[in-house]
């Protein structure tokens, strides 16, 4: 893989602890870590892990189905 593949997936798996961690708990990690919701570097994960989810969309193309 490429290294911004992987840098992406990474990201994303983040995104998505974090996802869970809201859905299970009502604890956002992001936003104890980096200062609240409303901080600017808790917008500026969010929307670089978004980022990285909107690039994911490109590994479905590199899938073969094998048969």
């Known amino acids: 893989m490429k290294t911004l ?3 992406a997936l ?3 798996i983040v995104g998505g602890l974090n996802w869970l961690l809201v859905g299970l708990f009502q604890f956002d990690l992001v936003a104890a870590i980096f200062g609240g919701q ?3 570097l808790s917008r500026i994960i ?3 892990v978004g980022l990285c ?3 994911c969309i490109t590994f479905f193309a590199k899938l073969r ?3």
């Open 38 to 40: 409303a901080a600017i």
């Open 53 to 55: 989810a909107l690039y």
């Open 10 to 12: 990474v990201l994303l």
């Open 5 to 7: 593949d992987v840098v």
């Open 46 to 48: 969010y929307v670089v």
């Open 65 to 67: 189905v094998q048969r």
